[in-house]
């Protein structure tokens, strides 16, 4: 029969019983120094599984690969469409308009659900208008078919025109991104992660941070004004293991 050692200071009264191992090999049972209560394995709780705490983030500036790593739980994933460009003006003819911003999409997912890895696009800025022409619009930025935002429509040529903002799709929150300021010397449409450019009779600005839309050109009576060129978009993953 194997033998049973028991080391420290054992203190009280009761029984302690312990079975025949079901092996030859001796077993040591070593007391905590506090008092406490020595339990059997089988009535250890088991571990409690990965509850899914924030540990990183993976920013996209630019289309890539996202490659899921071991020991994810879930993800939160944030997609913003490019901004619009804004519409160049002609000179002592008309005003132009500001491109629109990039919309926006927010999904939280589940490891098994992104699989192994997603294709990843980031959607340029819109290409800046010339001298009475339509500013590009902003391209679409995505996660697979996992979630995806549209890019901000262009500024027009014609002030009086006001182009729409990009669109969330399949997120758990989707925001559109703010619609062109038309004719006006302030700043044109904004996404929820980025502002737009301003509108300008001298030099426009290009939409700042990610999606927002280009400035538009106003009439200044002698020369020609350029749009600005959309903001890039973006992409997030938040992981959590």
Known sequence: MSKVTIAGDVNGTGVFTIASPNSNTNRTITLPDADGTLALLSQVPAAS???????????????????????????????VGGGGGGGGNQSNVNNASGGAGGGYAMRVVDAATITASQSVT????????????????????????????????????????????????????????????PNNN????????????????STTTAGQLYGGGGGGGLNNGSTNVNGGAGGAGVVFVEEFF
């Open 186 to 201: 302030s700043p044109t449409g904004g996404s929820l992660l980025g502002f737009g450019g301003l509108n300008s009779a």
């Open 49 to 79: 599984p990965p509850n899914g705490e924030f540990r990183s983030i993976q920013v996209f500036t630019s289309s890539g690969t996202y490659t899921r790593p071991d020991g994810l739980v879930r993800a939160k994933i944030t997609v």
């Open 122 to 181: 980031v959607g340029a800025g819109g290409a800046a208008g010339g001298p009475n022409a339509t500013g590009g619009a902003g391209g679409t930025s995505s996660v697979g078919a996992l979630v995806s935002a549209t890019g901000g429509g262009g500024g027009s040529n014609n002030g009086s025109v006001s182009s729409a903002g990009g669109s969330g799709s399949s997120g758990t929150l989707n925001v559109s991104g703010q619609r062109s300021n």
